[in-house]
């Protein structure tokens, strides 16, 4: 029977810093630390007045906005773009970027995912990257009315030209949002198939508090916190004492949802209407 131990729980505020050309780096989860596979995952800090370049290499990498600087800048694709809090980039294998912390710090989630086998992909073409921004990204919301989530990395979401947002199955990725007492269903990911192992899954919080639950044991967790689910392992998570923000990463995106509560509304999910009385149109995961 699991248990909240199942999971790692880390305090990226606590985590160990190491300095870099471009300021501070923190791991928060790579095999060593939490037994992922397909997923490694920084914060990193880049001071005011200097640049982190990121070259791509052999990987997919996202990189995601955390803060609000006063002066952002990605360079990325031969464009230059102004990023603040939630914009960032996707890059496909070796893609290069630069962020420029020209007024203030930059808060950055960095998560690194190796290219999957062609299982995995089930046809798509994998890359180019892209520069993406909360401000463009399609909004879903669920059909309890309780959760809203923009992802900034995700093929089965679908552009109003009717394009994929991306076009790898490496990773998914995305902001979420719960009202007070919103709260996921108690649900596990297992393999596929293409990936037998399952994703490596985990979330990263931003501003509010939550409380994670694990066959019955439940542990609150504060901004800063990254918690990291083993495949298999049954899981809920919940907003305490008002909104709360995150981000979410599965690698690779192969993966089974299991709903393991008494819920009718599961896991369904509709795209923001692009107009007022515009039909609601279910988001199809498949």
């Not at 596929?192 to 399952?198: E, L, R, S």
């Not at 994703?199 to 939550?210: L, N, V, W």
């Not at 609601?280 to 995961?285: A, D, F, R």
């Amino acid at each position: 029977m699991a248990s909240i131990q199942d999971i790692h729980i880390i305090d990226s505020n606590m985590a160990k810093p190491e300095s870099v050309p471009s300021g501070v780096r923190r791991k928060l989860c790579s095999p060593g630390i939490c037994g992922s596979q397909t997923l490694t995952v920084y914060r990193r800090t880049v001071l005011p007045g200097r640049e982190f370049d990121v070259q791509a290499g052999d990987f997919y990498h996202v990189l995601y906005v955390m803060n609000d600087p006063v002066s952002c800048f990605v360079d990325y694709g031969g464009e230059t773009h102004r990023a603040g809090q939630g914009a960032g980039v996707l890059l496909a294998p070796h893609e290069p970027a630069r962020f420029d912390a020209s007024g203030t710090s930059v808060e950055l989630l960095h998560m690194v995912v190796p290219e999957p086998p062609a299982a995995v992909e089930d046809g798509l073409p994998g890359g180019p990257g892209y520069f993406f921004d909360r401000g463009t990204l399609r909004v879903l919301s669920d059909a309890s009315g309780g959760r809203v989530r923009r992802f900034c990395a995700e093929s089965s979401v679908r552009l109003l030209d009717g394009s994929r947002l991306t076009p790898t199955n490496a990773i998914q990725a995305g902001e979420m949002h719960y009202i007070d007492g919103g709260s996921s269903p108690y649900h596990s990911h297992v393999g596929t198939d293409a990936n037998p192992d399952g994703p490596a899954h985990c979330y990263m919080t931003f501003k509010g508090r939550g409380v994670v639950e694990v066959e019955g044991d439940v542990q609150e967790i504060e901004p800063g916190t990254l918690v990291y689910f083993p495949s298999g392992v049954p899981h809920r998570l919940r907003a305490l004492d008002g909104p709360l923000d995150y981000f979410e990463i599965q690698a690779w995106r192969s993966f089974k949802t299991n709903v393991l509560s008494e819920e009718p509304l599961g896991l369904r999910w509709y795209y923001e209407p692009e107009h007022p009385n515009a039909e609601p149109v279910e988001w199809n995961q498949s």
